[in-house]
């Protein structure tokens, strides 16, 4: 039993210690103009490249499972276009939806 109390002991003053050494690190400097602008250049190129890799890895998606559906003697599917709308189409009023519970009890 007293094993247990000295480790909670020394587990909240490790708490406590660690909480208390970190309110004390003062904030970082601000950037100057140039490297802010390295920084942005650096993120931006970063962001590119990555949009790259991922159009590469699609398409290698693409064409393995174009490969995968030959080899099994299956028809490859054509590409469907999506239609990104924001606005329902006619008559896509929404409905009350009856079996939703709102509180209360039920009945």
């Known amino acids: 039993m007293s094993h247990r109390i000295q480790s909670a002991g020394l587990a909240a003053a490790l708490l406590l210690a660690c909480t208390v050494v970190v309110a004390k690190l003062p904030p970082p400097p601000p950037m100057d103009p140039a490297a802010k602008e390295a920084a942005d250049a650096k993120k931006k ?3 590119e490249k990555a949009k790259e890799e991922l159009a590469q890895a699609q398409e ?3 064409a393995n499972y174009h490969a995968n559906m030959k080899k099994a003697g299956k028809p490859i599917p054509k590409a469907q276009a ?4 924001s606005t329902p189409p ?3 009023e ?3 939806q009856s079996n939703t ?3 209360g009890k039920k009945a």
């Not at 999506?82 to 709308?85: D, I, Q």
Request: charged letters at 25%.
């Open 94 to 96: 929404k409905k009350p």
């Open 60 to 62: 290698r998606t693409i």
């Open 45 to 47: 190129a970063s962001a």
């Open 101 to 103: 519970h709102k509180g």
């Open 82 to 85: 999506v239609n990104a709308s």
């Open 90 to 92: 006619k008559g896509g």
